[in-house]
């Protein structure tokens, strides 16, 4: 299994600020074949169901705000909003889907100052 | 819009099998896609269980082989989630979800609201 770990597990930043999540895998998640990253990122608030922000590790989902982008090759990977607001305040997940069993981060909890 | 309704038993007896169904609406699953099932215990992360094709193509988590099965109902746009000889640790958010991109490798996108299931006797 390709095991996923972010960093750091939370966050507490101020409105506005940058914020910035990593997620290594314990293989790379690079195809060769094609030059993609199967990588995921999903946001989460409570009670509700996750929701996806970026695949392809760095194509933003339609209607996601252009605060958040992604990054990274291989095994490490970053999620970054650029400018947080209150409405971000949620849990983060990555997810790999470069082989069976499909597997997820631990999570990163970002919380506001 | 594709929406996805889960639906089953919040409680379950430890020893018992584990029984959802995911209603789908807004596209046909005969047309394509996989289509699958993912689970939060509360207050942790999540944990892929597995995905179904129309055709009746199956992957599932090596975790949870032993104990799963996901089956299609062309007929209802359903599809089912059973596991068997249930614990406490299986107490979680059952959430289906469809398989975004065309193949088995990929991220999950649209999600249901989630239905919590609790074993407890």
């Known amino acids: 299994d390709i095991v996923m770990t972010q960093s750091p597990d939370s966050l507490v930043l101020s409105l506005g600020e940058r914020a910035t999540i990593n997620c290594k895998s314990s293989?790379?998640?690079?195809?060769?074949?094609?030059?993609?990253?199967?990588l995921a990122w999903y946001q989460q608030k409570p009670g509700q169901p996750p929701k996806l922000l970026i695949y392809?590790?760095?194509t933003r989902e339609s209607g996601v705000p252009d605060r958040f982008s992604g990054s990274g090759s291989g095994t490490d990977f970053t999620l970054t909003i650029s400018s947080l607001q209150a409405e971000d305040v949620a849990v983060y997940y990555c997810q790999q889907y470069y082989s069976i069993p499909i597997t997820f981060g631990q999570g990163t909890r970002l919380e506001i100052k | 819009q594709v929406q996805l309704q889960e639906s089953g038993p919040g409680l379950v007896k430890p020893s018992e099998t584990l029984s959802l169904t995911c209603a789908v609406s807004g596209y046909s699953i005969s047309s394509a896609y996989y289509w699958g099932w993912i689970r939060q215990p509360p207050g942790k992360g999540l944990e892929w269980i597995g995905s179904?094709?129309?055709?009746?193509?199956?992957y599932y988590n090596p975790s949870l082989k032993s104990r799963v099965t996901i089956s299609v109902d062309m007929s209802k746009n359903q599809f089912s989630l059973k596991l068997t000889s249930v614990s406490a640790s299986d107490t979680a958010v059952y959430y289906c979800t469809r398989l975004a991109a065309d193949g088995t490798l990929s991220w999950f996108d649209p999600w249901g609201q989630g239905t919590l299931v609790t074993v407890s006797s």
């Open positions: 392809w590790a760095s």
């Open positions: 293989q790379s998640v690079l195809y060769s074949s094609n030059n993609k990253n199967y």
């Open positions: 179904i094709h129309h055709s009746g193509s199956t």
